[in-house]
C-alpha cells in the first residue's frame, strides 16, 4: 500500500494519502483546502486515480478541501453519518468498507470529540483523526464534544487494535508524525487515568476556541464550498 503523510504547517493538520500499488486507486483523509493545489500534483505524479476524499470528522480549525477535490477528480466525499453534512456522497458510519484497488479501510466510530467522529483501520495502520493523537487525545469542549465518550472510544475500540497497529493521528503539535496502538497504551499521559480523572481533567483545560471555528465548521458543513 503506497501511504503518504502531508501537514498543513498552519493548523498542524495531517493529511494522508493512501492507495493500491497495483491498480493505482487512492483515498485522501482529512485533505485541508488551502493544500489543493500541492495534494492534486502529488496524486498527478504518482499516477494515482483518487477515488474518495473522506474526512475524519467536522473540522473546527481547518476547512476541507473533499468538495474541491470532487469537483476535480469525480471522486466521492464522505463524512461520519451524524455529521450531518448533506453535501457529502457518503455517511458513513461503524463497520462501513471503503475498498480501494485490493485494500479495505474499514470504518470504525470512535467519537468524543465530536459525536461523529471516525477513525480508519487498514492492514496495520489506523488513521485516528482526532481522537488519538500522539501521547494526547482530541478536546471535547466543542460540537457535542464528550470526555467519557472518548474515553471509551479510545480504550474499547482503538486499544482492541493489535499492539503492533501504527497511529498516525489527525494532528501533532510537537513534532510527532507516528505511534502505535501498544506505545500510547503505555505512554499516553491522559489513558493513564480513571474514566472519572479522564472526565475531570478535560473538563478543566480550559482551551482557547481554534481561531478559524466560525468560518471552518459551517465551510465543513458544505464540503468545503461554502
Same mark, same amino acid.
Given at each position: 500500500m /503506497?501511504?503518504?503523510?502531508l501537514f498543513d504547517h498552519e493548523t498542524y493538520t495531517y493529511?494522508?494519502? /493512501?492507495?493500491? @500499488? +497495483?491498480e493505482r486507486e487512492a483515498i485522501i483523509i482529512d485533505p485541508v483546502k488551502e493544500q489543493l493545489s500541492r495534494d492534486m500534483k502529488l496524486? @498527478?505524479?504518482?499516477?494515482? #486515480?483518487?477515488r474518495y476524499a473522506i474526512d475524519t470528522h467536522v473540522h473546527a480549525d481547518h476547512i476541507t478541501s473533499a468538495g &474541491?477535490?470532487?469537483?476535480?477528480?469525480?471522486c466521492k466525499t464522505g463524512v461520519g453519518i451524524g455529521g450531518e453534512v448533506a453535501c457529502a456522497d457518503m455517511a458513513l458510519k461503524d463497520g462501513d468498507e /471503503? +475498498?480501494?484497488?485490493?485494500?479495505?479501510?474499514?470504518?470504525?466510530?470512535?467519537? %468524543?470529540?465530536?459525536?461523529s467522529c471516525l477513525s480508519f483501520y487498514a492492514g496495520n495502520v489506523v488513521f485516528s483523526g482526532d481522537s488519538l493523537f500522539?501521547?494526547?487525545? %482530541?478536546r471535547t469542549d466543542f460540537q457535542q464534544g464528550d470526555a467519557g465518550r472518548l474515553y471509551d472510544s479510545i480504550s +474499547?475500540?482503538?486499544?482492541?487494535?493489535? &499492539? @503492533? #497497529?501504527?497511529?498516525?493521528?489527525g494532528h501533532d503539535y510537537r513534532g510527532n508524525t507516528m505511534s502505535t496502538i501498544g506505545e500510547e497504551k503505555q505512554f499516553n499521559p491522559r489513558m493513564q487515568q480513571s474514566r472519572e480523572h479522564f472526565i475531570e481533567m478535560m473538563a478543566a483545560l480550559n482551551?482557547? &476556541?481554534p481561531k478559524k471555528i466560525m468560518e471552518a465548521v459551517p465551510a465543513n458543513l458544505a464540503c468545503g464550498q461554502a
Open positions: /503506497i501511504l503518504r503523510q493529511t494522508y494519502l /493512501i492507495a493500491d @500499488e +497495483k496524486i @498527478e505524479e504518482l499516477g494515482l #486515480t483518487l &474541491d477535490l470532487r469537483e476535480a477528480t469525480g /471503503i +475498498k480501494f484497488g485490493s485494500h479495505t479501510l474499514q470504518v470504525l466510530a470512535t467519537p %468524543g470529540h465530536t459525536n500522539i501521547r494526547g487525545t %482530541g +474499547k475500540k482503538l486499544y482492541a487494535l493489535p &499492539d @503492533e #497497529t501504527i497511529v498516525y493521528p482551551l482557547p &476556541d
